[in-house]
T-cell receptor, first 113, second 113 residues
Framework: QQQVKQSPQSLIVQKGGISIINCAYENTAFDYFPWYQQFPGKGPALLIAIRPDVSEKKEGRFTISFNKSAKQFSLHIMDSQPGDSATYFCAAGKSGGSYIPTFGRGTSLIVHP | KAGVTQTPRYLIKTRGQQVTLSCSPISGHRSVSWYQQTPGQGLQFLFEYFSETQRNKGNFPGRFSGRQFSNSRSEMNVSTLELGDSALYLC????????????FGPGTRLTVT
């Protein structure tokens, strides 16, 4: 089974700090890499996604960095806020009609005020 | 636009029974994907329906099935329930398909006793 390895499992940062979550994938055919944010009792929400034609994508305080040769991608949350406290999942798959996503195991982020 | 809705939100069933879960996608979205989320296995892809046709299927036994209606609403059925089927079942809708921007519903929490 194709795997996506996500680390760390949990992360505690101070308000205003940078949160960094990493994911590594195996299948070089994967071409869609989304990040989801999930609050307790809610479904995941798409945060930001990247495709391998770019090495970085930024949306507000959230940035994805993508390293195709290393088969790794990471989520950076700048100026982390207590409201960012949630579980974050990365995923990877080959887009198109045969997309079957594989998810990382999740990172529980706690941002202390 | 109304978001993805799932019914029921909570369900308790007995081992051996069957269950049907319902998902109403965002208006205009033709793709509905189903996922199982458990503490042990994380988020796992069950299947995707696009315009009433199953387009992709994850690695789950045949007890898990689904269908999609002409109005894009989807149902998921699990027959002969096992204790290990206890999970949060999520559906997600998308305009173009699972390999693109997806919007998740709040999930149905299924408990099998």
């Amino acid at each position: 089974q194709q795997q996506v390895k996500q680390s760390p499992q949990s992360l505690i940062v101070q308000k205003g700090g940078i949160s960094i979550i990493n994911c590594a994938y195996e299948n070089t055919a994967f071409d869609y890499f989304p990040w989801y944010q999930q609050f307790p009792g809610k479904g995941p929400a798409l945060l930001i996604a990247i495709r391998p034609d770019v090495s970085e994508k930024k949306e507000g305080r959230f940035t994805i960095s993508f390293n195709k040769s290393a088969k790794q991608f990471s989520l950076h949350i700048m100026d982390s806020q207590p409201g960012d406290s949630a579980t974050y999942f990365c995923a990877a798959g080959k887009s198109g009609g045969s997309y079957i996503p594989t998810f990382g195991r999740g990172t529980s982020l706690i941002v202390h005020p | 636009k109304a978001g993805v809705t799932q019914t029921p939100r909570y369900l308790i069933k007995t081992r051996g029974q069957q269950v049907t879960l319902s998902c109403s996608p965002i208006s205009g979205h033709r793709s509905v994907s189903w996922y199982q989320q458990t503490p042990g296995q994380g988020l796992q892809f069950l299947f995707e329906y696009f315009s009433e046709t199953q387009r992709n299927k994850g690695n789950f036994p045949g007890r898990f099935s689904g269908r999609q209606f002409s109005n894009s609403r989807s149902e998921m059925n699990v027959s002969t329930l096992e204790l290990g089927d206890s999970a949060l079942y999520l559906c997600a809708s998308s305009l173009q398909g699972a390999g693109y921007e997806q919007y998740f519903g709040p999930g149905t929490r299924l408990t099998v006793t």
